[in-house]
């Protein structure tokens, strides 16, 4: 499970003390992982957001890892892959996705 910053929404690795992304300290982050749990309310707030802090074109793969709870590197394949797979198709999904989808609040 990768450590997501409550700052930044970048994915770390599970003992990271700090952001590699925006330098945060992560050890808040993880106890708040740990009792999660506890909290269903919190899933239920869970919103799309294009990463602002994460982006490599416009955050989208990074608000979508977040949002899926998936590493940001294997989003980032799997977008790749369906750009291989279905070329223009998947260009357009990304682009509507990538309007239609606010960026990330500050
Ligand atoms: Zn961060």
Excluded: H
């Amino acid at each position: 499970m990768p450590l997501y910053c409550t700052k930044c929404g970048a994915a770390n690795e599970e003992f990271a003390e700090f952001c590699k992304s925006c330098g945060d300290n992560l050890i808040e982050a993880r106890e708040k992982n740990t009792d999660k749990n506890d909290e269903p309310a919190q899933t239920s707030e869970k919103k799309l957001y294009r990463s602002r802090s994460n982006k490599m074109i416009t955050g989208l793969a990074a608000g979508l890892a977040k949002y899926f709870d998936m590493e940001v590197d294997l989003m980032r394949i799997l977008w790749v892959i369906a750009f291989f797979v279905s070329g223009s198709t998947i260009a357009i999904v990304y682009l509507i996705m990538a309007a239609v989808i606010p960026q990330e609040p500050e």
